[in-house]
């Protein structure tokens, strides 16, 4: 799910740009207004025009990953349910490629209780939409008879879900988790290719210097 993109390059999508980096990376409460306005040039006044309240920003924040992800699963609608886990994954690689930032959804959850009410509100409906969007593929691959595995779709889609989830956390400290999670998730769909001779080390992400 690519930023947005604005021509104007206006300070209203620049901020949400450098709030975006500071979220996955540090946390929504591990950055201040003044770590915005220092990257951008600015005064805190001119964060606080366009957004008053921190909580405003981090509800625009979530919209935006919510409006993205829609059009991220809009443009899979004609795809397999093969091709639509390897969009899964990919996702997933694109947020470790990016700094090893770890995923919106995967913030969000485990800053969950310390959130503005607004912010957690917005936050579940995000979170459910990426849970539903993973069972979904679950439910296809099995009844196209691609993939084959025990227990409910829905079950599966939360293991994938939380998996992958979890592995963006785990992989800043395990460069080579993310390959093993998505050979063995494979492995539970019943469509794990055989593994290389040199093992399962051979399918992990590249580290970056």
């Known amino acids: 799910m690519a930023p947005d993109t604005d021509p104007r390059g206006d300070t209203r999508k620049r ?30 006044a001119a964060i606080h025009y366009h957004f008053p309240h921190k909580t405003d920003l981090g509800i625009e924040l979530i919209q935006r990953y919510r409006r993205r992800f829609r059009r991220f699963t809009e443009a899979q609608a004609d795809l397999d349910a093969a091709s639509r886990l390897d969009a899964y994954f990919e996702l997933t690689d694109s947020y470790y490629r990016r700094h090893r930032q770890v995923c919106p959804s995967g913030i969000l959850s485990t800053e969950f209780h310390t959130l503005p009410c607004a912010m957690q509100d917005e936050a579940a409906l995000f979170i459910e939409e990426m849970r539903a969007w993973s069972v979904a593929i679950a439910r296809q691959g099995r009844d196209g008879g691609v993939f084959h595995y025990a227990g409910s779709a829905e079950a599966m889609g939360a293991v994938m879900f ?30 794990a290719p055989a593994l290389p001779e040199r093992g399962q080390q051979a399918l992990s992400l590249p580290v970056e210097g």
């Open 15 to 44: 901020i949400l740009d450098i709030a975006e980096t500071l979220l996955l990376t540090r946390g929504f409460n591990g950055f201040s207004y003044q770590a915005i306005s220092g990257e951008l040039g600015v005064k805190n």
């Open 162 to 191: 939380s998996a992958l989830q979890g592995g963006l956390q785990l992989a800043r400290v395990d460069a080579e988790l993310l390959g093993t999670l998505k050979y063995q998730l494979k492995t539970l769909l019943g469509i």
